[in-house]
């Protein structure tokens, strides 16, 4: 069965540290995709990235960067210099190819990030 | 529209009323989702359309709950009875033809219901 675990319930830093949001996910499917949304205040889920199982390569954008691992079924999620308007609560989600693309989510990270 | 638009953005109802929430897709988006949130948890997937057809209604947790699209636009997702138990944020996301999530469809800012 799909499952997307996000051990860290919530993450407190202060400005400028640098963060690393983890999950792991389980999937018996060879092709699948992985996701990352950010959901503010405000309640909107907000798309920060999609990768696909057969692209471990390693992303960057800006001041994040995903970190992408089959062999230990992880898609890890860096903040580097974070920032208070980063903070939100953080899903990782997985969809399986083909279908209806639904997404199964974890429970999410809460992220607070103090001045 | 610009973005998913969904009303209304609050609604309190009393136990054993009938509510309707109403998701307005990005305009000629083929793909419509919708998630229901619980408090402090992740989204959970209820029902899925391609243009008017519900292909995948496997996530509706019971037969109060209810879905349609009839013209393959505006979509109205139909609680029956509510139960305490349905309290949570009732989120819509939408996609263009052959994208799907493969792209992240764009979500609304949702529903929250709260019932009493």
């Known amino acids: 069965a799909q499952k997307v675990t996000q051990a860290q319930t919530e993450i407190s830093v202060v400005e400028k540290e640098d963060v690393t949001l983890d999950c792991v996910y389980e999937?018996?499917?060879?092709?699948?995709?992985l996701f990352w949304y950010k959901q503010p205040p405000s309640g909107e889920l907000v798309f920060l990235i999609r990768r696909n199982s057969f692209d471990e390569q390693n992303e960057i954008s800006g001041r994040y960067s995903w970190n992408f691992q089959k062999s230990t079924s992880s898609f890890n999620f860096t903040i580097t210099a974070s920032q208070v308007v980063d903070s939100a609560v953080y899903f990782c989600?997985?969809?399986?190819?083909?279908?209806?693309?639904?997404?199964?989510f974890g429970t999410g990270t809460r992220l607070q990030v103090f001045p | 529209g610009a973005g998913v638009s969904q009303s209304p953005r609050y609604k309190v109802a009393k136990r054993g009323q009938d509510v309707a929430l109403r998701c307005d897709p990005i305009s000629g988006h083929v793909s419509l989702f919708w998630y229901q949130q619980a408090l402090g948890q992740g989204p959970e997937f209820l029902t899925y359309?391609?243009?008017?057809?519900?292909?995948?209604k496997s996530g509706l947790p019971s037969d109060r709950f209810f879905a349609e699209r009839p013209e393959g636009s505006v979509s109205t997702l139909k609680i029956q009875r509510t139960q305490q138990e349905d309290s949570a944020v009732y989120l819509c996301?939408?996609?263009?033809?052959?994208?799907?999530?493969?792209?992240?469809?764009?979500f609304g800012s949702g529903t929250r219901l709260t019932v009493v």
């Open positions: 996301a939408s996609s263009g033809l052959g994208t799907g999530p493969n792209y992240g469809y764009t």
């Open positions: 989600a997985l969809s399986e190819g083909g279908g209806t693309d639904k997404l199964i």
């Open positions: 999937t018996r499917d060879t092709t699948y995709y």
């Open positions: 359309f391609q243009n008017e057809a519900q292909l995948d």
